[in-house]
């Protein structure tokens, strides 16, 4: 599938949400170039169809239905990673919500949802990968935040808080990584994605309707992860922010 002169070729991904959205794009353009995947979400049905899209191309493709609020769960997944392929090469923490609405309408439980998935979740995923990547001295890490980890709108408090979060975390992860471990943030502005449907705000979800309306194609997204992948090992691609053209926001 791949020119084993490819940087990505053979290299072992984990993608979590990978089920659908910038994780399942992410995952094709990765098993064209060759990449040996893992791939993570809660929805079962959708993880083995894409599997065995992927596999009967060639791809080499392992999955594990895995809930990233679940320390346990994540770990298992990296065992999963290691077990299979010997090593962990690339996480992607791409599992994510976006239940937007004005704080005054005390939607605490999505908080929660929020704070849990968005942040906890790419925590437990670093956790996860950490100490493999620090015994082969070598790995990287790709977080998905947002252009709402750069600007905050009305709506989107916590959302934006859980996105600034990611962006810390990716940052502070670079520093301490020290030169064998690489760390990129992702940061995405409307993106065609599941990602508007868990908004049960009405004003909100109108709002983020709107929005989307310029919405672009996941692939773009899955682009900008292969091109930061593909560097060489003594580029770390930090930060991208990718937008539609025609988003102001």
Same mark, same amino acid.
């Given at each position: ?57 060639? &791809? ?34 791409? &599992? ?80 301490? &990584? ?28 109108? &709002? ?42």
């Amino acid at each position: 599938m791949s020119n084993v002169n490819d940087p990505i070729n053979s290299k072992i991904v984990i993608i979590t949400g990978a089920s659908s959205g910038l994780g399942e794009a992410t995952a094709r353009r990765l098993a064209e170039r060759g990449a040996k995947l893992v791939l993570a979400a809660r929805r079962e049905d959708r993880l083995k169809s894409l599997t065995e899209e992927l596999t009967a191309k060639g &791809a080499e493709v392992t999955w594990q239905v895995t809930d990233v609020t679940d320390s346990q769960q994540v770990e298992s997944l990296a065992a999963l990673a290691k077990k299979t392929f010997g090593r962990i090469d690339v996480l992607i923490n791409n &599992a994510g919500l976006m239940p937007l609405a004005p704080l005054d309408a005390l939607k605490v439980d999505e908080w929660e949802q929020m704070i849990d998935v968005n942040i906890k979740g790419v925590l437990y995923g670093i956790a996860a990968v950490l100490p493999t990547m620090r015994e082969q001295h070598s790995g990287h890490v790709i977080n998905l935040s947002s252009v709402a980890g750069h600007k905050v709108f009305p709506g989107g408090a916590v959302y934006c808080a859980t996105k600034y979060a990611v962006k810390a975390l990716s940052e502070g992860l670079r520093m301490e &990584a020290g030169d064998e471990i690489r760390s990129t943030n992702i940061s995405p502005g409307a993106i065609a994605t599941e990602l508007t449907s868990t908004i049960t705000d009405p004003t909100a979800a109108e &709002a983020a309707e709107e929005l989307y309306k310029v919405a672009i194609d996941a692939d773009a997204v899955a682009r900008a992860i292969v091109y930061a992948i593909e560097q060489p090992q003594d580029v770390d691609i930090n930060e991208i922010i990718l937008r539609p053209t025609a988003q102001e926001m």
